[in-house]
Nanobody, 124 residues
Framework: QVQLVESGGGLVQAGGSLRLSCAAS????????MGWFRQAPGKGQEFGAGISASGSIETYGDSVKGRFTISRDNAKSTVYLQMNSLKPEDTAVYYC?????????????????WGQGTQVTVSS
């Protein structure tokens, strides 16, 4: 079992930045690929970014590519999402997820554990 706790969400103006953190506990963090997903009100879940278990491979959704950066610190069992140039359409609940695979996936079904989510609101 892996427990995931997100933090760092909040209210920010358009053009601003936020850094989300997701702290993991329970199993060997470096064995898990990690992903960030988001869900806006009235919309389906959207893949944001993923990172391989080793941290060597990053993958991004088209809507965040070039603005968001995913990283991980296996010594601290934490994955981060640096979000720059935020837009109102980035407003959503952001979830981190862990998958028992070497490489991350855009498919939420490939992930085994999920955090409770953190709200990000971008004002125009």
């Amino acid at each position: 079992q892996v427990q995931l706790v997100e933090s760092g969400g909040g209210l920010v103006q358009a053009g601003g930045s936020l850094r989300l953190s997701c702290a993991a506990s329970g199993r060997t963090f470096s064995n898990y690929a990690m992903g960030w997903f988001r869900q806006a009100p009235g919309k389906g879940q959207e893949f944001g970014a993923g990172i391989s278990a080793s941290g060597s491979i990053e993958t991004y959704g088209d809507s965040v590519k070039g603005r968001f950066t995913i990283s991980r610190d296996n010594a601290k069992s934490t994955v981060y999402l640096q979000m720059n140039s935020l837009k109102p359409e980035d407003t959503a609940v952001y979830y981190c997820a862990a998958g028992r695979t070497r490489y991350s996936s855009r498919d939420s079904g490939e992930y085994d554990y999920w955090g409770q989510g953190t709200q990000v609101t971008v004002s125009s």
